[in-house]
């Protein structure tokens, strides 16, 4: 079955197999997914005639926001936590059939990008538990990886509210103390928080040399917007991580597959290398024709691991390509009211 | 490059980037001269310049103009075409007849203190329409010019001074950075009436910090309702003006289409009427993020086996959503048409956005007739297809009188 295909190939990836197995998994979701099946037939791109995965048909991100997109029953159902930008008020459900899968991909790049050590070690997660948030890719994620690579000294200090920073502010100190590398497991706007609690206290932690800060996500959403650089430097003041510490996560709801920086091997800290079981494109924004690396256009990722909703998918994110991986250039405004609508932009100083 | 302000001749700023000091100077210099020096000028005179003025900017070889418009230009983001077309309409609205209509309704003042404008900059000239009717009322004006349309009112304030210098001592047109709460405070602290365009956070921060004082025109959306009986080729013509004048930005550009006409038809006939618009009224830059999420739209049609679009992106994209409820428009000239079996139930779809549409271009009988209910419902803008941005003097933008608002 091509999902157990899948399951091996990011166990074990040989890009070799790589052609096959996307092509596999199209005929797959072409065969279960009847809208999708109906638009590729009006392209006549079928699997009778689509010969490499670029050619095959690509689903809007924004299409998780109104159609059930799923190969079989699901497992899981994950909800993004804003709203698409073509899809106003409208979340993302992403109802994924495979979970296994899911945590397959976790354990094949996590660890590698983030804990190369291969330890387990303290974790600080920013994300709220399942518990608090069981809807969330992100949330189930970080679920796989404090139960997986977690040491007991694990905590989350993050609720329903948002940050706890006196939880978080404990488990610092206790970190600091016992000397063992621990990682943070946050998404950008959390750090932020965080760094702004340990900021009105006026503390300053050094944490034990190879410590490590998975980060994810922008501020989408948010109406506090803090620069890269500045939460960069309130890192190295106040918790004693620098930015050759920080590894940077690319995820989206509707993908199952993330890509990270490499930055605890000296990599280019904004370039994030996706896994070999996942394609990405930049794509001129007018045509949707394939640009060369370094032009910045939409980014459309062709994930194998997404054999359950949508392969192809194209995304509302700028960036652009090359060898080795792609960087962001941003993300698209949520569609809004216009006219008269530019004050709140000029009233923050944007 | 023309400056990107104007003020009050002996009123000399330190520098371009306005500080709490010089804001609360110039603010305490139109209070204290501004008021007797617009009173000095007569009605008749003051409605001579101003009519002068407009003139000149809405002639293409005046000097005024051609100094002005290449800067307005790069800072638009329209086309030279976009551009040329939307100042027209926009100068046109405040032209001498139009002034002069509004002059007629001219109310006993009861403020005369200083009065200030926060101007959105997503439409080029928009100052026009607060700076006339205080100009007609006499009272001093402040004017926070949006980073994205830094240029018209400071080169109309200083056209109006040139001809008029009395003018000049009342009225100034500045800009700054708006997210610094202490230059807002000392900018507009003194004034007793604040015009504010936006929404949101930035409105809710103004209306802590001013009070009753404040006006605030949030964003709106516009839509159009066709009927049938219709010419549909000739009211997709006028529609596709409606949607493609200032690419789509403004609050009286039409976003959304609600129809018993068949959906189909005018579909085909908007995509042809946007293409004869994309060569007579090109598209300025298109912004990638914008055109991200037109992809995401065109894709999603696809995915829904809905009408696909035929056009190239640049030109516009029309859709056909059954489904009546009114989404806004990402722009790039992306208008949905919703099929209805009755015109009646887009004031149902509507209803959620109460408030929020600005204006309507009808088309038929059946339309016109649902032209009590909408006004009803806050629609403070009501035209045949083609004229619905072409808006006067006397428009009571977001149901506010304009003349009532300084008076």
């Known amino acids: 079955m091509i999902v157990e295909r899948i399951h091996r190939f990011v166990g074990a990836p040989a890009e070799a197999d790589f052609r096959a197995l996307a092509l596999d998994a199209f005929a797959y979701q072409f065969a279960r997914i009847a809208p999708y099946r109906a638009m590729c037939e009006r392209a006549s791109r079928t699997p009778g005639t689509v010969e490499s995965w670029r050619e095959v048909p690509m689903i809007p991100a924004t299409a998780f926001a109104s159609m059930e997109l799923v190969t079989a029953e699901a497992k899981e159902v994950f909800r993004s936590s804003g709203t698409l930008a073509g899809a106003t008020n409208e979340q993302s459900v992403h109802r994924h059939p495979f979970p296994e899968l899911y945590r397959a991909v976790i354990d094949a790049t996590f660890p590698r990008h983030v804990l190369p050590a291969g330890d387990q070690r303290p974790l600080l997660s920013l994300v709220p538990p399942r518990a608090v948030v069981s809807d969330s890719s992100l949330g189930f994620m970080v679920d796989h990886v404090m139960s997986h690579y977690g040491g007991p000294e694990s905590l989350y200090a993050c609720g329903a509210r948002g940050v706890e920073g006196g939880k978080a502010r404990s488990w610092l100190n206790a970190s600091q103390r016992e000397g063992r590398p621990v990682a943070i497991l946050t998404t950008s706007y959390a750090l932020a928080d965080l760094l702004d609690f340990i900021g009105r206290i006026d503390l300053k932690f050094r944490l034990p040399a190879g410590s490590v800060v998975m980060e994810t996500g922008g501020f989408k959403g948010r109406t506090k917007e803090i620069s890269r650089n500045e939460i960069r430097e309130r890192l190295t003041t106040r918790l004693g991580i620098g930015a050759d510490a920080v590894v940077a996560e690319y995820g989206m709801t509707e993908l199952t597959s993330q890509a990270y920086t490499r930055t605890l091997f000296d990599g280019d800290p904004d370039l994030f290398v996706p896994p070999p079981w996942m394609k990405v494109r930049a794509l001129d924004p007018l045509t949707l024709a394939e640009l060369p690396n370094g032009t910045v256009g939409l980014l459309a990722f062709f994930d194998l691991a997404n054999v359950g909703s949508a392969l192809h998918l194209l995304t509302e994110d700028l960036g652009s390509t090359e060898p080795g991986g792609f960087r962001l250039a941003g993300r698209a405004p949520e569609a809004a009211l216009r006219g008269c609508s530019l004050l709140a932009e000029e009233l923050a100083g944007r | ?407």
């Open chain 2, 1 to 407: 490059m023309p400056v990107r302000f104007a003020v009050p001749a002996g009123f000399e700023p330190q520098s371009e980037a306005w500080g709490a000091v010089e804001l609360e100077r110039l603010a305490a210099a139109l209070a204290r001269r501004g008021t007797e020096a617009l009173a000095d000028v007569s009605l008749d005179r003051r409605l001579e310049v101003w009519s002068q003025t407009i003139a000149v900017f809405l002639d293409p070889e005046s000097a005024e103009r051609r100094a002005l418009f290449p800067g307005l230009l790069e800072t638009s983001g329209l086309s030279a075409e976009g551009l040329c077309e939307g100042l027209e309409i926009v100068l046109e609205g405040a032209a001498e007849r139009p002034a002069r209509a509004l002059a007629a309704t001219l109310p006993p003042p009861r403020r005369r203190g200083l009065a200030g404008v926060v101007l959105a900059g997503n439409i080029p000239g928009l100052a026009v329409q607060s700076v006339l009717p205080a100009l007609l009322l006499g009272r001093p004006l402040l004017l926070k010019s949006a980073s994205a349309e830094p240029l018209f009112a400071p080169a109309l304030l200083a056209a109006l001074a040139a001809r008029e210098p009395g003018l000049g001592q009342g009225f100034a047109a500045v800009m700054f950075d708006g997210g610094k709460p202490d230059l807002v405070a000392s900018a507009f602290a003194s004034t007793d009436r604040l015009l504010a365009y936006g929404g949101g956070d930035a409105i809710s921060s103004l209306t802590a910090r001013f009070g009753n004082r404040l006006v605030a025109c949030g964003p709106k959306a516009s839509v159009a309702l066709v009927g049938t009986g219709i010419d549909a080729v000739l009211v997709a013509r006028k529609l596709a003006r409606d949607i493609a004048l200032f690419d789509q930005r403004g609050c009286l550009s039409v976003q959304a289409v609600y129809t018993t006409y068949p959906a189909g038809e005018l579909a085909d006939a908007l995509e042809w009427a946007l293409a004869i618009e994309h060569r007579r009224l090109p598209p300025g830059p298109i912004p990638p993020s914008t055109a991200a999420l037109v992809q995401q739209l065109r894709g999603a049609a696809a995915l829904r086996a809905r009408r696909l679009p035929e056009l190239p992106i640049a030109a516009g994209t029309v859709l056909i959503e059954p489904e009546p409820r009114f989404t806004p428009s990402p722009g790039l000239r992306t208008v949905c048409v919703h099929p209805l079996g009755e015109l009646r139930q887009a004031l149902a779809a509507l209803e959620p956005w109460k408030g929020r549409i600005q204006g309507s271009a009808l088309a038929g009988d059946e339309a016109w007739a649902l032209a009590p209910e909408l006004e009803a419902c806050g629609v403070s803008r009501l035209a045949a297809a083609g004229e619905l941005q072409a808006v006067d003097a006397g428009w009571h933008n977001g149901g506010l009188d304009p003349m009532a608002l300084f008076a």
